[in-house]
């Protein structure tokens, strides 16, 4: 049953994403566009739209994440620019994923490079069969196991935001016949409703538990993602990105952040050790 919170989702909807920044924010102007992917002073981004606060946060929250599990993470910049339809004039914030693809290697997403072993069916990244799936890809044993740690630190960020949307977006890069994920993005539709039915995209409390019995790794990430401070991870976000969350927005965040970590580490199975250094 879904714990309620103090703030709402609606309250913090109506926030508008200009009062993250402030006079020293770098925001790039940037021509209108459809494409999701362009050319930029010579530099490939992958530009999102952003329509709330929140999808804005949750993106840097993700990255920073990602950065502290050691994953490699897209480097993250705003970017706006005018809409114009007939004599309507909007402007149109974005933010804009670096580092995402290298000249120097191929890329495949997960799915199609399982479908290559003979698999039939889409399988969402995060399930239980997609990492016993992932064990009959012919690769040598230290790239397998790169890939499986890699995946489970993915699954332990998307646990701890209760992620939703990690859809085709998980790409393996491969450079000289040597394969791992390809910078992580895309973290915005994350942190709503906290849920045993829905700790990420299709892991469940359940699912959870046969997950962490067979790789133990994952309650290891998890704990040393729980052992982070809300208020610091988020004003580590507001400095490196030169921006100003508002109080109400933190209090969101803590609120979420906490509930999950309360609803996973009061299961009498999660670990209850406190000695464990990371």
């Known amino acids: 049953m879904e714990k309620n919170v103090q703030v709402s989702f609606a ?3 109506n ?4 009062e993250l920044l402030k006079s020293n924010t770098k925001v790039i102007d940037i021509p209108y566009q459809i494409e999701m992917t362009r050319e930029i002073d010579h530099q490939l981004y992958y530009v999102k739209e952003i329509n709330s606060i929140l999808e804005v946060l949750n993106e840097l929250i993700g990255n920073e994440l990602a950065s502290f599990l050691g994953l490699d993470s897209s480097i993250k910049l705003f970017g706006k620019s005018n809409y114009e339809w ?15 693809k290298k000249e ?19 399988l969402c990244y995060d399930s239980i069969s997609y990492l016993e799936t992932l064990e009959t890809l012919p690769l040598p044993s230290p790239e397998l196991e790169r890939l499986k740690e890699q995946l489970l630190k993915l699954f332990a960020i998307d646990i701890y935001m209760y992620q939703q949307d990690r859809f085709g977006n998980v790409i393996i890069e491969k450079q000289n016949n040597h394969y791992q994920l390809a910078p992580i993005y ?21 699912d ?3 997950l962490k019995k067979k790789y133990l790794a994952i309650e290891y990430y998890l704990k040393t993602l729980y052992q982070l401070e809300p208020l610091a991870l988020l004003k580590k976000v507001e400095e490196k990105y030169q921006i ?3 109080d109400i927005v933190k209090e969101y965040y ?6 999950e970590k309360e609803m996973i580490t009061t299961d009498q199975s999660f670990v209850k050790e406190k000695s464990l250094r990371f």
Request: proline share 4%; hydrophobic share 40%; charged share 20%.
């Open 11 to 13: 309250e913090i909807m």
């Open 15 to 18: 926030i508008p994403v200009t």
């Open 86 to 100: 007939f004599s309507y004039t909007n402007q149109k914030y974005y933010i804009m994923s670096s580092n995402v």
């Open 104 to 122: 120097d290697c191929e890329y495949t997403d997960t799915n199609e490079a399982l479908r290559n072993v003979f698999l039939p069916m889409f």
């Open 186 to 206: 895309d973290f915005e539709y994350a942190f709503l409703n906290c849920s045993k039915d829905h700790l990420s995209l299709s892991i469940s409390m359940t």
């Open 208 to 210: 959870f538990q046969v």
């Open 244 to 246: 100003r969350i508002p």
């Open 254 to 259: 803590q609120e979420r952040m906490n509930m």
